[in-house]
T-cell receptor, first 114, second 114 residues
Framework: GQQLNQSPQSMFIQEGEDVSMNCTSS?????WLWYKQDPGEGPVLLIALYKAGELTSNGRLTAQFGITRKDSFLNISASIPSDVGIYFCAGQSVGSSNTGKLIFGQGTTLQVKP | DTAVSQTPKYLVTQMGNDKSIKCEQNLGHDTMYWYKQDSKKFLKIMFSYNNKELIINETVPNRFSPKSPDKAHLNLHINSLELGDSAVYFC?????????????FGPGTRLTVL
């Protein structure tokens, strides 16, 4: 089945540092979404991307839809302790049979040291 | 007000039992989903309903039976629970089938089968 490769698997950084994570797929995607999951909670949508090359920001977060439509990255600038959590990329690949089916990456666990 | 809610939050039960998890969304969305998150945090879609109709069934065992009494509710019934069913189950909703992939997640139900 379709897979998303998300990296890195985990990161341990100092408060104030910038963070970058990315996802790649073996097939072309229509949509890229980035979610954050706090412990004991459900994933919360951070950024949604719908066009190749699209660059979107949400506060200190910036995400881009890769031009090949097979990848996306998420950057977090000036990290703070509350950025701790698991970040997931998710996407929907091209094809009518894939409508509504979000495929999730394996997640990037972020820890921030104050 | 909670957008997507699930009950119960925690469910501990014996192997072989039958249990149900309930989900409600007050966002006015047409489409609802059930996801399973395993111990490695991998999120995988199980079912999707659009306007009370089953759209996606991702090769989930027949012991899992979703039911949507109306488009604001999607419940999950599990028969003859097995150890491998232990996981966190997330309900999600999105505005309209095929229109937007932005899915909003509930807080999750942690199921432990002993």
């Amino acid at each position: 089945g379709q897979q998303l490769n998300q990296s890195p698997q985990s990161m341990f950084i100092q408060e104030g540092e910038d963070v970058s994570m990315n996802c790649t797929s073996s097939s072309i995607f229509n949509t890229w979404l980035w979610y954050k999951q706090d412990p004991g909670e459900g994933p919360v949508l951070l950024i949604a991307l719908y066009k190749a090359g699209e660059l979107t920001s949400n506060g200190r977060l910036t995400a881009q839809f890769g031009i090949t439509r097979k990848d996306s990255f998420l950057n977090i600038s000036a990290s703070i302790p509350s950025d701790v959590g698991i970040y997931f990329c998710a996407g929907q690949s091209v094809g009518s049979s894939n409508t509504g089916k979000l495929i999730f990456g394996q997640g990037t666990t972020l820890q921030v040291k104050p | 007000d909670t957008a997507v809610s699930q009950t119960p939050k925690y469910l501990v039960t014996q192997m072989g039992n039958d249990k149900s998890i309930k989900c409600e969304q007050n966002l006015g969305h047409d489409t609802m989903y059930w996801y399973k998150q395993d111990s490695k945090k991998f999120l995988k879609i199980m079912f999707s309903y659009n306007n009370k109709e089953l759209i996606i069934n991702e090769t989930v065992p027949n012991r899992f039976s979703p039911k949507s009494p109306d488009k604001a509710h999607l419940n999950l019934h599990i028969n003859s629970l097995e150890l491998g069913d232990s996981a966190v189950y997330f309900c999600a909703s999105s505005q309209e089938w095929g229109l937007s992939d932005e899915q909003f997640f509930g807080p999750g139900t942690r199921l432990t089968v002993l």
